[in-house]
C-alpha cells in the first residue's frame, strides 16, 4: 500500500473509532433504548427480513447470513422483543464480522419524520 493510501487508510480507522461519519437518516445511537442485532459470525449478508417500521417478535428471523455455503438464521432475542427497526446498518451483498451491527432498532416511541425519509429504490437505480 502507498503512503497515500496507508494514510487515507489510518486517517478513515481513527474516524470510525471515534464515530465520525454516522449522519444516516433514523440513526438511532443517541437514544438509550436502542437495541443492535449483530452478526455472530464472519458472513455475506444474505437476506435482510425486515424493514424499517416493522416491530421486532422474539424468535423472529431478521436476516439470513451465509457463510461456507451454510445459511445462518439471525433471530431476534426476547429482550429486542417490542423494538420497532429504525436502520438496516448492512444491506444484502454486505460482509459483517463477528459483533457487527446488522439491523438497529429502537424501543419505545421514535422520530417517525426519521422514517418517513428513507426512501426505497426506484427502477432507475436498478438500471
Known sequence: MGDFEQRLFEEWTEAKKAG??????????EYSN??????????????????????LEAGQA????????????????EAQSGAVVTKISHPPGSVVSPGTTVIKAHRGSINHYSLSKIKPLSAKCLT
Not at 20 to 29: E, I, L
Open 62 to 77: 431478521v436476516v439470513v447470513l451465509e457463510a461456507t455455503k451454510m445459511e445462518i438464521n439471525v433471530v431476534a432475542a
Open 34 to 55: 436502542s437495541v443492535s442485532i449483530e452478526s455472530p459470525v464472519d458472513a455475506n449478508v444474505w437476506k435482510v427480513l425486515v424493514k424499517p417500521g416493522d416491530t
Open 20 to 29: 465520525y461519519g454516522s449522519t444516516a437518516v433514523g440513526d438511532d445511537d
